[in-house]
């Protein structure tokens, strides 16, 4: 019998979301990573889908700030998510 760990990436493998979890990861990922530059009610992350992280923002000076930290916020989501996507950030 293996571990839980093991048995939940099997579960999911064969189910067929693997995408659907990794991208949800990603998403939390980036919120917390944003965070760090812009107060959490000034933006919402929406979506990873295909190498682009959706990001919602409240006005435009939050849209430069994320973009001037745009290179930080990648190398620390791609760290803890350990993919070697290339994001793009689509600001809505």
Do not use: H, W
């Not at 682009?52 to 430069?64: A, E, P, R, T």
């Not at 700030?65 to 803890?80: A, C, L, M, R």
């Amino acid at each position: 019998m293996g571990n839980l760990g093991n048995i939940l990436k099997e579960r999911i493998r064969a189910i067929g979301a693997e995408r659907q979890v990794e991208a949800a990861g990603i998403v939390e990922a980036a919120t917390k990573e944003i965070a760090k530059y812009i107060p959490r009610e000034d933006f919402e992350v929406i979506s990873f889908n295909r190498g682009v992280l959706k990001v919602g923002v409240s006005s435009s000076s939050v849209s430069s700030e994320i973009n001037f930290n745009k290179e930080k916020i990648k190398k620390e989501i791609e760290s803890v998510q350990n993919i070697k996507t290339i994001i793009n950030t689509v600001l809505e």
